[in-house]
């Protein structure tokens, strides 16, 4: 069982039982704290089953399709549609659940006269639901499908045995096409199993208060015809698990009513739910019903007493230069019923500083400005700035877990993210530290090389963990980790258990669903998710908002329990963050509820989100909001062509404004692979996020893909987040977005739908999250002008983070160039493949500001003219940066790249000007100089610290570069071949550096 599909599936089962039978959640005073199973009653002989189509509807999947020939149409009980793989041999495999006796196999045909006699060469296999792999069940054979035959286009291949999943395996079609199935069908009887339900939810107290201990009673029945084993029970508070008791041995019909302890809530109304066998211990004849959601919330009063919390802080000034000394006030509201007096301390905390102010009186429901003492010196990089009322705990609240409010600020290079980032090498842990090689070897499953700052922690057995000291307040937490794939591929879900100061908190969720991705080339599409050989993209992330806000030292143990069962555990960091609490629908938008959506259900909200915003470009209402809660999204949001020109529908979606609570709190997500979808949206643009054509806001959201691969395994696809024209003054900021083939994609060609042609101007991403992705992060494309990416964070992309790509197929090649764009105070992690920074061509672009950690293969920052771009003119802009173990080696390691490359493929890059940058601990060289068809004039370098080129030099010029350099202020130091270099042959000139050549490195496939 996979939970994160599988406990979605059983939402949507639990809420169309609740609307069939009258087992609702009724709340209840009383519940039964000890879990007695209900008296069995006698058995009853059954007469023997007959064979029936056990895969109709269950999960498929083949090894490759074609055009739109998925694998579900091979199971959707319509011999209309049908299953094409794009090659021989191919499969279709469909899981049936659980073991099963089998019959037979029957594959159909269209029936349809128009579909001549074929051929096609066939074995059938079978898969134990206990065993690893597959065995022979009919060995391969020739089989006829005839539409005028006696069998109408159908063949009937008889097997035997108990078997949970079954396999076509096709080998040849006579007609010359791929694999054809219309119908696969599983003839047999469902073999004895259990079958663990919740039948029932209640909770007591039945009306509980914020300060009342609250527990939910789950029953648990076994449905099944065998006798099920002890297991456990989740319970969920808005999809998060909120607590888990243990579940005794139930035989067949037996039942029991197991309380969960969930603590105190805040004030509010929860949607509960229940899952039991959430780690799939138990072998069931069903599992995709093993959840159930309360029909009625749970709803939490407020207590009556005083309430502090913070609402805001306000900084003087407000984006301080390094060095400048900044003041503070916080907002302090009383959300409380009653007063309260003066004194209470306001403590704000910024790096390491520690600041007070004096509270005065607040009465219920008002709100003081209070004034911090002291100052604070801001420091490069920016900080987060937490607040906290009542620090000192003078005022007796109802709620003691809502005083903290964090936020950042930008000061200096990168990102002012909102989060503190801990590496587990430097944390407390009990483990193996994983360590990268000299030259950082990259795609033979090389776990450190993936890590950031090239370490990480292996936990292999029970009772191993890694321990962080926080140093500011939290209640969330992001886990990047490492756990092994399914032994066929296509990952696996487990959980590692998280502690606080001793105490267990809750299990994470982990998963290897989308990374791992195996073979030897470095072109991105030749990789698969089929398990074999060496591996890259190793790594994932898990992320938790958990029920309460842990203080300043808090101790968090990420730690393997016994039910934590993965082969093996990798943790490379975690991102603590205090996460405000969700923004409240302002009054001109309209929710996506009112148009139908449903938060929370595992139901498609697509059309209700299609429909709010329609309405909203057609000016029936001023603004779209998406509440807090997780809301399915199948398809892309985009304009229907009225047109419909093309076979994919790319008309995006214009004066539209879409607000949310927040990334933590209004998440958009998909469960289809992008290219299992279908319907209009091209698969390479996928089936989730926002398709934008012109002057669109979007904030507050996240939009979570189901990518797990880029163009791999017969053109498998991850989907782009957001992608379109873009046009003018679309803005974008906060925005989380995680497994997409890419995050942002702005632009498109001239010749798709040319009356549409609008590029980007003036675009502005702000505060964005991308994370894991299969290409860029964010690309500037199709003549993209005057835009900005700042203040954002991008880790673990699968190509250039930031891109700005002048390309040719824009309306007018000497207007539409990709210029005047600018990439300021970002950071950068973790790219697997590609540049952390690149520009390829146009004029005016800017990259300042920002941090740059880790690439796996490629510069931290490159320029260069390969990808045929309109070429350089004018100026492009480098300048305080901070680069930090980058470069490395990739073209099958025949290619090593600095931390900053220049690369002039094809035409010249003249203008570049490289100034006021750190770059620290590179894998080959610091800045390098690449051979290439054209020249690089006139660089001018200044104000740059280079130290520990590792495998280079400080400054390489290749054997055939051409070009020339100035050096200002530049500092050399702890270069493994020299601070300067430059190769035999070399036509380039380096002035005030002190050039030297050296025969002590090999010069061959540089």
Known sequence: MRWKQRSRRRLITGALSAGLIALGLVPAGVGSAAARPAAKPEPVAKPAAEPVNLALSKPIEASSSTQNYFAPNANDNSTSTYWESSGHPSTLTVKLGANADLASVVVKL?????????????????????????????????????????????????????????????????????????????????????????????????????SDEIGVNATVRNTGSAAAGATTVNVSLGGTVAGTAPVPALGADESATVKVGIGKRAQGSYTVSAVVDPSDTIDEQDDENNSRTATDKLTVGQSPGPDLEITGITSNPANPAVGAKVTFTAKVHNRGTTGVSAGSVTRLTVGGTTLNGATPAIAAGETATVAIGGDWTAASGGATLTATADATNTVAETNENNNVFARSIVVGRGAAVPY???????????????????????????????????????????????????????????????????????????????????????KLNLSSKHSWLYGNTDQPEGLTNTPGGDARRLFDESHALLTQTYPQGTKF??????????????????????????????????????????????????????????????????????????????????????????????????????????????????????????????????????????????????????????????????????????????????VWIEHANVGAWVGRDYSNIPELWGPGDALEFNGMRIRNTYADGVNFTNGTRNSTVFNS?????????????????????????????????????????????????????????????????????????????????????????????????????????????????????????????????????????????????????????????????????MGGARGSATLTDVTISDSRDGNILIEPGSQFVINGGGAKKSATRAFTNR
């Open 420 to 506: 503190v980032e801990y590496e587990a090498e430097d944390a407390k842990y009990e483990g193996t530290l994983l360590e990268a090689d000299a030259v950082r070897t990259f795609g033979h499953t090389n776990y450190a090389t993936e890590s950031s700052g090239r370490k990480s922690v292996r936990l292999n057995s029970t009772g191993q963990y890694v321990e962080f000291s926080s140093t500011s307040a939290a209640n969330s937490i992001v886990v990047r980790n490492s756990i092994p794939d399914a032994p066929g591929g296509g990952g696996q879900d487990k959980t590692l258990s998280l502690y606080a100061d001793g105490k267990f908190v809750q």
């Open 110 to 210: 269209n029936p349809d006269a128009a579909w001549s006699t074929r051929t096609q060469s066939i074995e059938v296999l079978g898969r134990e639901q206990a065993a690893g792999g597959f065995k022979s069940l009919k060995a391969r054979a020739d089989y006829t499908f005839n539409p005028s035959g006696g069998d109408r286009n159908s063949v009937t291949i008889p097997v035997t045995g108990r078997y949970a999943d079954v396999q076509l395996k096709v080998f040849s079609n006579s007609s010359g096409y791929g694999a054809q199935a219309a119908e696969f069908q599983v003839m047999g009887t469902p073999a004895p199993h259990p079958d663990l339900t919740v039948s029932n939810l209640t909770w007591d107290p039945a009306k509980p208060s914020e």
């Open 557 to 734: 143990k990420l730690q393997r329990d016994a039910g934590d069962d993965a082969a093996f555990y990798i943790v490379d960091l975690i991102d603590l963050e205090q996460v405000a609490p969700a923004a409240s629908k302002p009054a001109e938008c309209t929710s996506i509820a009112t148009y139908g959506a449903v938060p929370n259900d595992g139901i498609d909200d697509t059309a209700a989100i299609q429909r709010a915003v329609t309405a909203d470009q057609n000016g029936d209402i001023a603004c779209v909001w998406i509440p807090a809660g997780q809301w399915r999204q199948e398809q892309k949001i985009l304009t229907d062509d009225p047109l419909n020109r093309g076979q994919f529908n790319q008309v995006g979606i214009r004066d539209v404004t879409i607000r949310g609570a927040g990334m933590w709190h209004s998440q958009l997500y998909t469960l289809t692979p992008p290219h299992e979808a279908g319907g209009i949206n091209h698969p390479h643009e996928g089936n989730f996020g926002f398709d934008i054509d012109d002057n669109t806001k979007i904030s507050g959201i996240a939009i979570f893909g189901s990518g797990a691969i880029r163009g791999g395994d017969g053109n498998a696809e991850g989907g782009v987040g957001l992608n379109g024209r873009f046009g003018k003054n679309t803005k974008i900021n906060d």
């Open 793 to 957: 964070s991008f880790r673990n992309t699968g190509d250039d983070a930031l891109a700005v790509w002048a390309s040719k197929y824009v309306k007018d090649t000497a207007v539409d160039v990709g210029h005047d764009n600018a990439f300021r105070n970002n950071t950068v992690q973790l790219p697997w493949r590609a540049n952390g920074i690149a520009v390829y061509g146009g004029y005016g672009n800017k990259i300042e500001n920002n941090l740059v950690y880790d690439t796996m293969n490629y510069p931290g920052i490159m320029l260069a003219t390969d990808h045929d771009p309109i070429p350089f003119t004018g100026q492009t802009l480098i300048a305080n940066n901070g680069l930090y173990r980058t470069g490395g080696a990739f073209w099958n390691e025949d290619q090593e790249f600095g931390a900053i490359t220049l690369f002039a493929q094809g035409p010249s890059i003249p203008g570049v000007t490289i100034r006021d940058t750190d770059i620290h601990d590179s894998t080959y060289d610091g800045i390098q100089f690449k051979t290439g068809g054209g020249a690089m004039p006139d660089v001018k370098i200044s104000d740059v610290t280079i130290s520990k080129s590792n495998n280079g030099s400080g400054i390489l010029a």
